[in-house]
């Protein structure tokens, strides 16, 4: 079954370093989205982006954050300069398109900011 | 914004029981989904609602959207030790573009 993959698994990286995490959506998917989860909290929307253009972003996606899709497969999150609250489970998670829909989620990349 | 109620936040059940949990929400909904999240993955999909009062079933699981749209509940029965996990739901209303609202999950754990 078509999966959304995201690497790496685990990312460790000092404060003020730019990170950027990677996610392949399903191949015939239109629509991605990058969700965040804190250790122990709840899954929180960041951004999504269709037709090569953010559609829409939350407060917690500020100028340290951007996303790009270089290619016809990849969709990328950057972080321009981490801070410690940062540290968190980054979501990539994609959808088809269309009237009744499922949006399925890659398996996470763990950021560690020290 | 849009807020969704979680409960109960954990549950220690005995395998082979039933188990109960809902959502509720400040605003109406046009899409209920059940996600299902082991430690260290993404969020995986269990059921999808799509219409107020529809009740859909998924082996052990069974889910109801709400005929107000403001509530959700999932039912697992026959509990087994693999259903552990934190279970959350989420859902989209009218124009949000499907950005998902998530509860803050009920952690599961089924005592063999």
């Known amino acids: 079954e078509p999966e959304v993959t995201q690497t790496p698994s685990h990312q460790v990286t000092q404060m003020g370093q730019e990170v950027i995490l990677r996610c392949v959506p399903i191949s015939n998917h239109l629509y991605f989205y990058w969700y965040r989860q804190i250790l122990g909290q709840k899954v929180e929307f960041l951004v999504s982006?269709?037709?090569?253009?953010?559609?829409?972003k939350s407060e917690i996606f500020d100028d340290q954050f951007s996303v790009e899709r270089p290619d016809g497969s990849n969709f990328t999150l950057k972080i321009r300069s981490t801070k410690l609250e940062d540290s968190a489970m980054y979501f990539c998670?994609?959808?088809?398109?269309?009237?009744?829909?499922?949006?399925?989620f890659g398996s996470g990349t763990q950021l560690s900011v020290l | 914004g849009q807020q969704l109620n979680q409960s109960p936040q954990s549950m220690f059940i005995q395998e082979g029981e039933d188990v109960s949990m809902n959502c509720t929400s400040s605003s109406i909904f046009n899409t209920w989904l059940w996600y299902k999240q082991d430690p260290g993955e993404g969020p995986v999909l269990l059921i999808a609602l799509y219409k107020a009062g529809e009740l859909t079933s998924n082996g052990r699981l069974t889910a109801q959207f709400g005929i107000t749209r403001k509530d959700s509940f999932l039912n697992i029965s026959a509990s087994i030790p693999s259903d552990v996990g934190i279970y959350f739901c989420a859902g989209f209303g009218r124009g949000s573009n499907y950005k998902l609202t998530f509860g803050k999950g009920t952690l599961l754990t089924v005592n063999p």
């Open positions: 982006f269709y037709n090569n253009e953010i559609s829409e």
């Open positions: 998670a994609s959808r088809r398109g269309g009237s009744i829909e499922k949006l399925f």
